[in-house]
């Protein structure tokens, strides 16, 4: 890697603008309903079959130092998460 990459993939970089960070982000979603399937095997105990939890409400980003509200990366942020 030469040194024009490093620029590139630092400028794609989410960084609060508040306080810098680039490190530690919240996503908070409201209204989740939280759903999860089990079933109970024969011995009574239980195992987990899925999750169908769903966000009804809205989903925010947050930074994880100062708490900003950094919500205009969250697009950014999921085209980042891998
Ligand atoms: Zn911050």
């Known amino acids: 890697m030469d040194d024009s990459d490093s620029l ?3 400028a794609a970089r989410i960084i609060c603008p508040a306080c810098g960070n680039d490190k ?3 996503e908070i979603a409201d209204d989740v309903i939280l759903t999860s399937r ?4 024969e011995d009574g105990s239980f195992s987990q079959l899925g ?6 409400g809205e989903i925010r980003l947050y930074c994880g130092e ?3 509200d950094v919500s205009f990366f ?3 942020f999921l085209d980042m998460l891998f």
């Open 24 to 26: 530690e982000f919240l």
């Open 74 to 76: 969250h697009q950014r």
């Open 8 to 10: 590139a993939r630092n």
């Open 38 to 41: 089990y079933e109970q095997n």
């Open 51 to 56: 999750d169908d939890s769903q966000v009804l």
């Open 66 to 68: 100062c708490n900003a």
